[in-house]
């Protein structure tokens, strides 16, 4: 249960280039892009400059994650409006450094984009999408989250990918503390265990684990020291709850497999269909064939029959004749 480095592109469902671009898009006054500043319960509006490539009409694949959680940020506001919420954390010195606005940042394994940024502190919004599928609504001031920011090129990758879209929450029901690791159990939709396999991998909280045991709807993993203190698991207990994102290539591979089985299954369902058509074509056509049989029989018979009469008639004729 130790971290393996990992690269993905980012996306949904965490707040991305898509959803603001889209804004931009219909509302020609934010065509610059769009930001609000935090002030408490206030919260005001105005247009920044942003990157070109977020300012597409679309959603333009760039940002990498490696699954190594680099530490813990603080919820500082979190201004929820019903569909839409503006997220302010606050990070560890230095760790925002370079930063621009329309970065991304994993916060915990949901891929979010910067809107702002102010000394060691920076905004994100989040749509109502996040805000259904993670446990980002769940947050609330002095909360913790998982962070990391995106990879660059020549950074050391190891392990598995991890994109920053979530699939799924879990929910943690079992809990067990020993001398030097943690046995954690979660517990989540069945439709993802497929997915899931022991000593494969799978991003919790955006943390690369390796799977232990697994079962239909629940699996666990093994935590060490230093997982537990460089991340949100110093944090969690039963009950909470946890953001789930699949290893990709698994995913493709089960997925493949069943589409492929499903194909053959359904190529064999035709040819057992077409065989047993055949063979009752092929019946109905000896019955056919033996009624025609049949009848040429009766035929026969009835002609010999008559014949037979006719020439008992042209007998008794003669004979009267004479």
Known sequence: GIFHASRAPRGYPGTDQ????????????????????????RVESRAVRRPARARLGGCVTTALFTGLVQGTAEVVSFDDV????????????????GILIGASVACNGTCLTVVETEGDTA????????????????????????YERSARVGDEIGGHTVSGHVHAKATIVEQEDTENNRRVVFELDEKWSKYILPKG???????????????????????????????VFANKDVGSTVNIEIESQTQTIVDTIERVLAEKEREK?????????????????????????KERKEEEKAMKKK???????DKEGFCDDD
Do not use: H, Y
């Open 18 to 41: 898509m959803s603001l671009a889209s804004a931009s898009a219909k509302t020609p006054a934010l065509a610059g892009g769009f930001k609000r500043t935090c002030r408490g319960t």
């Open 82 to 97: 019903g569909d839409f919420a503006r997220l302010k954390l606050k990070f560890p010195p230095k760790t925002l450094d």
């Open 123 to 146: 905004c994100f919004d989040l749509i109502v999408e996040t805000l259904r599928a993670t446990n980002l609504g769940e947050l609330v001031p002095g909360s913790s989250v998982n």
């Open 201 to 231: 991998f799978v991003a919790v909280d955006g943390c690369s684990l390796t799977v232990g045991e697994t079962s239909p709807g629940r699996f666990n993993v093994w935590l060490i020291p230093e997982t537990i203190r460089q991340t």
């Open 269 to 293: 369902m035709e040819a057992k269909m077409a065989k047993k058509e055949r063979k009752e074509a092929e019946k109905a056509m000896k019955k056919m064939e033996k009624m025609e049989k």
């Open 307 to 313: 014949d037979k009469k006719d020439k008992k008639m």
